[in-house]
């Protein structure tokens, strides 16, 4: 089986740009979420999806923000780029409520 | 907040048992214990889980205090590819998906 897929894997952005990231879960998984990790803050949730329903979020501006599409295929976007938002972004998908499972990351850099 | 508390590093010979401790003093009764590890770079990779009872799977032992304030985790046998961030989580299961982590603890596996 198949694990979670982040594409792209590497992204380089300029501040004020946005960018549009995504996830493929597990074949079967129905829940997704994203999580935001920097050397500062360590990992931390962003949002998670089920369903193509926003079910938990995170405390992050509203620059942040995602979705979830009918085969649980998910993209998160940021808007207005900071440099703060350079980060590894990774994916999770799980059966709700079971272990997650990780995606590689997708590791964004804003200069 | 994360409800865990952990060692910020270990260090273990490579061939020896490493013990990770976690402290979870303000556990609920419908919470479990995860762990996760991270390698460098990469998303975190499920180990284990338990409720009260000890566990076992191919990777590691999951031991949990009677109380279930503090639990263990065991690698039998370390090498150098367990050197990781170890992340030990209270969460309840088949809920929702958000997990709170904490900073966890870097494993050194010491040749």
């Known amino acids: 089986k198949a694990g979670v897929t982040q594409t792209p894997r590497y992204l380089i952005k300029t501040r004020g740009q946005q960018v549009t990231l995504s996830c493929s879960p597990i074949?079967?998984?129905?829940?997704v979420s994203w999580y935001q990790q920097t050397p500062g803050q360590g990992l931390q949730f962003l949002f998670e999806y089920f369903s193509e329903t926003q079910r938990n979020k995170g405390n992050f501006p509203g620059r942040f923000s995602g979705r979830q599409f009918s085969n649980s295929r998910s993209e998160m976007n940021v808007s207005t780029l900071e440099l703060g938002d350079s980060a590894l972004y990774l994916c999770?998908?799980?059966?709700?409520?079971?272990?997650?499972?990780f995606g590689p990351g997708t590791r964004l850099t804003v200069t | 907040d994360a409800k865990t508390t952990q060692p910020p590093s270990m260090d273990c010979a490579e061939g020896r048992a490493a013990n990770l401790p976690c402290n979870h003093s303000t556990i609920s009764g419908n919470e479990y214990v995860y762990w996760y590890r991270q390698i460098h770079s990469q998303g975190p990779q499920y180990i284990i889980h338990g409720l009260k009872n000890n566990e076992t799977n191919e990777m590691a032992s999951l031991i949990i205090t009677e109380d279930r304030k503090s639990s263990t985790l065991i690698l039998p046998h370390a090498t150098l590819r367990d050197t990781a961030v170890y992340y030990c989580?209270?969460?309840?299961?088949?809920?929702?998906?958000?997990?709170?982590f904490g900073k966890g603890t870097r494993l050194h596996i010491l040749p």
């Open positions: 989580i209270v969460r309840v299961e088949n809920r929702d998906d958000k997990i709170i």
């Open positions: 074949s079967g998984h129905r829940s």
């Open positions: 999770a998908s799980s059966a709700l409520g079971a272990e997650q499972y």
